[in-house]
């Protein structure tokens, strides 16, 4: 696992141990950087289910003002904070560990970038998605970015959100989802 592009081009990322966490493909990530590239400097980014946070440290990588990584397992939190530091994002970054749904409850700033890639069975992304269009807390023209195996359907959207586009790469499905300009 490795930074695609940017300023950490190149460096290797750790990985956690087990099957808890599934990180996100080299090719699915390229495919959907491509998709988003426009939409990533300058700007403000959640990564929600960070895992090791290959997602948002390459949005880091690639000029965002600064990210927001969360997950609930301890040991996920560290290793986020040890690949920031190893690829010198530490003042552009916060690592919070806890549960996404406390965060949310909680959270009171917006983002213009979301990423959700939880465990797919868990009806996580299903929940997250409802909760964030619910509390508002992306920006306008925000993107939600949503990981997913193929076969899954999100739950229909409230204006001024949108399903934008799926993207597929073999059993895996990636939905941009945005929130309109009002």
Known sequence: MRVITGTARGRRLKELEGMETRPTTDRVK???FS??????????ILDLFAGT???GI????????????VDLRKDAAA??????????????????QGDYLAFLSS????????????????GALDRALETIAKIDIVSENGIIV???AVEHVLPALSHPYVTAKDYRYGKIKVTLCRREAQ
């Open 30 to 32: 390229e495919g959907l």
């Open 35 to 44: 998709a988003i590239q426009f939409d990533i400097e300058g700007r403000n």
């Open 53 to 55: 946070g290959q997602l």
């Open 58 to 69: 390459e949005c880091l990588s690639r000029g965002a003002e600064r990210c927001t990584f």
């Open 79 to 96: 290793l986020v904070r040890e690949n920031v530091a190893y690829c010198g994002f530490e003042s552009r970054a916060r690592v919070v």
């Open 107 to 122: 959270c009171r700033e917006k983002f213009d970038l979301v990423f959700l890639d939880p465990p797919y069975s868990s």
């Open 146 to 148: 949503c990981e997913s």
